[in-house]
């Protein structure tokens, strides 16, 4: 039995529990976030009219991610996009934000994953800030089409232009599999493309 806890237990929580380390840093770096938080919040409300100007630009010149990150934050989001939320965390500590710097380090060391519900408490808190601002437009979820997605004037144009698939002798059954056939047709025309 000694044999097993000295040789073969220290491997196994080894393989397993790569991120124990980090995940132990992280949950400290949570819970100093946490203890702080009514007093964050309250930073957040007394600094409000220095802080949003800053918020504002901060969005305004972001990438659509950030700002969609920036706007309707979930735990996901900052999950999905750790690079975004890291890189908005250091334009909110640049700006003075209140709690970013905690998140920021602890982001640095540990990875923003898990701390994405802290993330997403401080976003929340910002928001309200950018809630008048426009929402970015973001094609087919963060993938961006090259030369930017088609606007809806762009589709009907495309649509307008198709060419007509003639119906054969009244038979209803036919012209549908000619406009499916166009359909693929068109559609790995379009794949193509991208």
């Avoid at 919040?41 to 969005?59: A, C, N, R, S």
């Avoid at 309707?72 to 250091?90: F, G, I, N, R, S």
Wanted: aromatic share 6%; glycine share 6%.
């Amino acid at each position: 039995m000694t044999y097993w806890k000295a040789k073969v237990l220290p491997k196994i929580k080894k393989y397993f529990g790569k991120g124990g380390a980090n995940s132990k840093g992280a949950a400290e770096a949570a819970k100093s976030f946490n203890k702080a938080k009514n007093s964050i919040e309250k930073e957040i409300e007394e600094k409000k009219p220095e802080l949003k100007p800053k918020i504002i630009e901060i969005y305004k010149d972001s990438k659509p991610e950030t700002k969609l990150l920036l706007k309707e934050p979930t735990e996901d989001k900052v999950k999905q996009q750790a690079q975004a939320a890291q890189d908005l965390l250091q334009r909110l500590v640049e700006a003075g934000c209140p709690g970013a710097q905690i998140l920021k380090e602890a982001g640095d060391k540990y990875g923003t994953a898990l701390l994405s519900f802290q993330i997403q408490y401080l976003l929340e808190k910002l928001s309200p800030f950018v809630a008048n601002e426009e929402s970015p437009v973001i094609a087919r979820e963060l993938d961006l089409v090259e030369g930017g997605a088609k606007t809806a004037e762009e589709t009907a144009k495309d649509i307008s232009e198709a060419p007509a698939v003639p119906a054969s002798d009244g038979n209803v059954e036919e012209a549908t599999v000619k406009i499916e056939t166009e359909v693929e047709i068109v559609g790995t025309e379009e794949k193509a493309h991208i």
